[in-house]
């Protein structure tokens, strides 16, 4: 009798209070998201950051699918109406009635939605409204329900995991959203970090962007603690230092009754940011860079060095290295992107913008373009030529047009004119860039020597830059030939070969990265550095990580295998006639680009490159270091299409300019030097 009062009191007298109070303590935890970690140049200048958005999630309530997708269609209405966007993967433009993905891949879609693979889009829409119980017959509500509820299918959701459908909304939102609380069931609105990119589309090759999560990204690193919200870095050093950029989450405890709305939050676990990457570029210099190279393109195309203009000049890219380091203070590559135009996702026009682009804007052409070097790669055949005794240093050449060994080639000059070098000898070569002075010398020691001091100087194999994508390039060789038969090939290393090769030609293709650190490595007489583009880690203490530990794990990640730096030996004759002629090519009258360089006060030594690139116009190259005397920097500018080096030449001046201080009043002193007395590798 005492056991069923007191039931009758718990159930009848105090049921409809004990139920209220019930659903009002219904406890979820939810997730705090922890800031990325902040990346900065080399000065301390902050290029990544974040800023609070807030994100509109969903819990499973007690709800059917009728009224879920009432509440989907009033939030799409209150985010639309405000400028703001949802969570749209569903693989359907319902402005053209068509499918946004290939053949192929629709039929892999429709297989795991578990759909027939012939079904075509007005079909699956059909097949979509069953299976979510849309009722509306109106295709503009269909299209909002639809790419929320698959949302929510693809991710999954319950009474304790939220979905997130928005991220960034606008404050405007978030306040008709809390307004309306009473009718969104399971709608919670909560903060979390979004990146900010400080530079716009600076340095965006570099530094990457974020995204998020992808099905597969998901599956191999759930064990690691990563959900189906998580933003991932997806290019860039984003990616590559995503381990070490991603923050420890936090996590707190919600009240909520059944219906989703919230009575009490506590936090539980506090979340920690990501470690901050420091970069070895100099923002103002990768800026000057940027804007040098582009605006060099679009004179070339213009016509306004010649006359000619170049249309299908619309891309290149550039790349400073600190020649003492390693350490990468530029590198660009045009057309470019920004990284913040991929932080919800893009739409339509932005992808047909980024990745139906002809001339690519994604690619970064620094370290995946592969091109001929042309006239830049020069400097290994004298090399070779003069430490395997194929040639004195102060030997002479005639020159006498045309060449008669092989495909008889002949030198520029002779195509061109109709004219002669004349006697020409390891200086003197270089000046004028005497194409028959390096057939006759490249006759003489054969393919091998020169591939070999090709390799010496890094050129055919990985810098190991902390970026996912790097190109190898290619040595003209035998051993490249016979890789190329082992593929079915039928081809044979003859004469004609070694005398394109010598001259940059063949098989030669490198990055513009690979020939900066070439230029890098002659400017140090052989010495070898590491190429680098980080230079610290730190944690949320700000303490510095252990950076060789840092590079082991990168370079694992990355593939590349731990390799000793070898020096270059080359003898300081064979140094000094090398430098020699490369100072004469900016610094002598008869110097390639002497009128570019003639008023410029530190002395360069460079070098033109033009190759051809086997359609449109030649690449046109610019190769450099500076000072003469004692180098600090290698500059390398080319711009495919771009019609001849001599025109990238200005390029790199004007990156020499920022770099010494011409801009900003930071000149040395002691490295200003008579007009006269420049020098820059031709």
């Given at each position: 009798?005492?056991?069923?009062?007191?039931?009758?009191?718990?159930?009848?007298?105090?049921?409809?209070?004990?139920?209220?109070?019930?659903?009002?303590?219904?406890?979820?935890?939810?997730?705090?998201?922890?800031?990325?970690?902040?990346?900065?140049?080399?000065?301390?200048k902050l290029l990544v950051t974040n800023e609070a958005s807030y994100v509109l999630q969903l819990y499973r309530t007690k709800i059917d699918d009728d009224e879920l997708n009432q509440v989907l269609l009033k939030i799409a209405g209150i985010l639309e109406k405000n400028n703001d966007t949802y969570y749209n993967e569903l693989p359907i433009n319902f402005e053209t009635m068509e499918f946004t993905k290939s053949e192929s891949a629709m039929k892999t879609w429709k297989k795991n939605n578990k759909m027939d693979e012939d079904l075509d889009v007005m079909q699956v829409i059909e097949f979509l409204k069953e299976k979510y119980e849309v009722a509306s017959e109106n295709m503009e509500s269909i299209k909002k329900i639809l790419a929320m509820r698959y949302e929510i299918s693809s991710n999954g959701y319950s009474s304790y995991r939220a979905v997130t459908l928005a991220k960034n909304i606008s404050y405007q939102s978030v306040l008709e959203i809390e307004e309306r609380n009473a009718e969104l069931s399971g709608v919670y609105i909560t903060k979390q970090p979004t990146r900010k990119y400080m530079a716009g589309s600076i340095a965006s090759h570099i530094i990457g962007y974020t995204g998020k999560i992808s099905d597969a990204e998901y599956k191999s690193r759930k064990d690691l603690g990563y959900s189906l919200n998580d933003i991932i870095g997806k290019?860039?050093?984003e990616s590559t230092f995503e381990e070490y950029l991603r923050g420890k989450n936090g996590s707190k405890r919600l009240e909520m009754d059944a219906y989703g709305r919230i009575s009490n939050e506590e936090e539980l676990d506090e979340s920690m940011m990501g470690n901050s990457v420091v970069l070895t570029i100099d923002l103002d210099l990768q800026t000057k860079t940027e804007e040098v190279l582009a605006d060099i393109i679009k004179k070339i195309q213009n016509g306004e060095f010649n006359g000619t203009k170049y249309k299908d000049a619309t891309a290149g890219s550039a790349v400073v290295l600190d020649v003492k380091t390693g350490e990468v203070l530029a590198m660009a590559s045009y057309p470019t992107y920004v990284p913040e135009d991929f932080i919800d996702g893009i739409n339509n026009e932005e992808y047909k913008k980024y990745f139906q682009n002809k001339d690519t804007p994604m690619f970064n052409r620094a370290i995946q373009g592969t091109y001929p070097p042309g006239s830049t790669f020069k400097m290994i055949t004298g090399i070779a030529a003069i430490e395997s005794s194929g040639i004195g240093v102060n030997e002479h050449v005639n020159d006498t047009g045309v060449f008669y060994l092989g495909h008889k080639p002949a030198c520029w000059i002779w195509n061109s004119r109709r004219q002669v070098h004349g006697n020409v000898n390891a200086k003197t070569a270089l000046m004028v860039s005497c194409n028959y002075y390096y057939y006759e010398v490249a006759s003489r020691i054969g393919i091998d020597k020169i591939a070999e001091y090709a390799r010496k100087f890094g050129l055919g194999e990985k810098t190991g830059i902390e970026l996912y994508g790097e190109a190898s390039g290619t040595v003209a060789s035998r051993e490249y030939v016979a890789k190329l038969n082992e593929r079915g090939a039928k081809k044979t290393w003859t004469i004609g070969d070694t005398l394109s090769a010598a001259?940059?030609?063949?098989?030669?293709?490198?990055?513009?990265?690979?020939?900066?650190?070439?230029?890098?490595?002659?400017?140090?007489?052989?010495?070898?550095?590491?190429?680098?583009?980080?230079k610290d880690v730190i944690d949320a203490e700000g303490k510095s990580l252990n950076m060789s530990e840092v590079k082991t794990t990168i370079d694992k990640k990355l593939g590349i295998e731990e390799k000793q730096l070898e020096d270059v030996e080359v003898s300081d004759e064979t140094i000094n006639a090398i430098f020699e002629g490369m100072r004469s090519v900016t610094g002598d009258h008869g110097g390639t680009v002497y009128g570019t360089f003639s008023s410029f006060p530190i002395e360069v030594a460079g070098k033109t490159g033009t190759a051809t690139s086997g359609n449109g116009s030649d690449n046109a190259w610019f190769v450099g270091f500076a000072p003469y005397d004692d180098p600090e920097i290698a500059v390398v500018v080319i711009v495919e299409h771009g019609g001849h080096g001599y025109f990238t030449a200005r390029a790199v001046k004007d990156i020499m300019e920022e770099y010494f201080g011409y801009n900003n009043d930071k000149i040395d002193e002691d490295l200003t030097l008579k007009s006269n007395e420049i020098m820059i590798l031709n």
């Open positions: 009798m005492i056991l069923a009062g007191q039931l009758f009191n718990l159930q009848i007298v105090n049921g409809e209070s004990y139920r209220e109070q019930s659903e009002k303590r219904l406890v979820r935890e939810s997730e705090t998201y922890a800031p990325r970690g902040e990346i900065y140049d080399r000065y301390g290019s860039g050093i001259i940059g030609q063949s098989y030669n293709t490198y990055t513009p990265l690979q020939m900066c650190y070439y230029i890098s490595t002659l400017a140090n007489k052989g010495k070898k550095t590491e190429v680098t583009v980080v």
